[in-house]
């Protein structure tokens, strides 16, 4: 056998342990995390109580610039109570965003600009909820600053551990191929229905996979899904416990990252 027949068969069985070896805890067949973007106050008057009902724990992705001296304790509790807090950074900067001061459009910005950014808000988060290992959520998804991917800068300047955002298919199995900086998500629809999610993590169930759900306004604020879709799907969660693992970003990525370097 020609060497790179070998290399070929020894990269293909390689990929076939990977995909094998995710194990969810407590013998659950995939994991489901639910995130929540842009601190807004539906999430902590209707999301909170939702989850908490059910003993659910979910992701907060929090941006400086709406952060009031009001909300911050509420956040303090909410992270206190298992939720995850992470970091959205200060300005929320996205592509052809506003040009006022400070400048909020992503053309506007450098990577070196935006990783400031990102460490000042990592200080904020850390006032709040005393924790140094830090998730982030693109603002908008994009990856980009001014001209410029600052993904991997962002890896390398290790302010971040995981993020969340970037594109991708959001039906995760290959965890093999899965970039922990880009890590693709299901973005919920305004006004939608409970059907189109609850077949998304039918079909995680299915594949033994892992599927990220990200929410903005929950029976309110803006693009929202009604109260009532939100608890379906947070009821259809409580009815399936003992197949799917439900935890925030950050303690599934990192279940994820120690599987993948066994
Ligand atoms: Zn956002």
Not at 60 to 82: A, M, N, R, Y
Not at 159 to 171: E, K, Q, S, T, W
Not at 189 to 205: C, H, W
């Amino acid at each position: 056998m020609k060497r790179y027949q070998i290399l070929l068969l020894i990269s293909l069985s390689l990929s076939v342990v990977m995909h094998a070896q995710i194990k969810w805890p407590d013998g659950k067949k995939a994991a489901i995390v639910l995130t929540y973007d842009d601190g807004l106050e539906t999430h902590r008057n209707i999301v909170i109580p939702q989850l908490d009902a059910q003993g659910i724990k979910g992701t907060f992705f929090l941006f400086g610039q709406t952060l009031t001296s009001q909300d911050i304790p509420e956040w303090k509790k909410i992270s206190q109570s298992g939720h995850e807090l992470g970091n959205h950074s200060l300005y929320h900067p996205c592509l052809g965003g506003n040009n006022d001061y400070p400048c909020s459009s992503l053309e506007c910005y450098s990577v070196k600009s935006m990783l400031r950014e990102i460490a000042v808000m990592n200080g904020f988060l850390y006032a709040i909820d005393g924790n140094t290992v830090r998730t982030y959520a693109y603002p908008c998804g994009q990856t980009v600053a001014g001209g410029e991917d600052y993904s991997v800068p962002m890896k390398q300047s290790g302010l971040i551990h995981f993020a969340r955002g970037g594109g991708g298919d959001p039906v995760i199995t290959d965890f093999c191929k899965l970039n922990f900086f880009k890590v693709p998500t299901l973005a919920a629809q305004t006004g939608e229905p409970s059907e189109r999610l609850i077949n998304f993590m039918d079909k995680i169930v299915k594949e033994k996979g892992l599927g990220i759900i990200v929410f903005h306004g929950v029976g309110g604020d803006y693009l929202d899904i009604s109260a009532e879709v939100h608890q379906e799907l947070v009821d259809y969660l409580a009815k399936r416990a003992a197949e799917i693992w439900v935890a925030p970003f950050g303690e599934v990525m990192e279940h994820v990252s120690k599987q993948r370097k066994q």
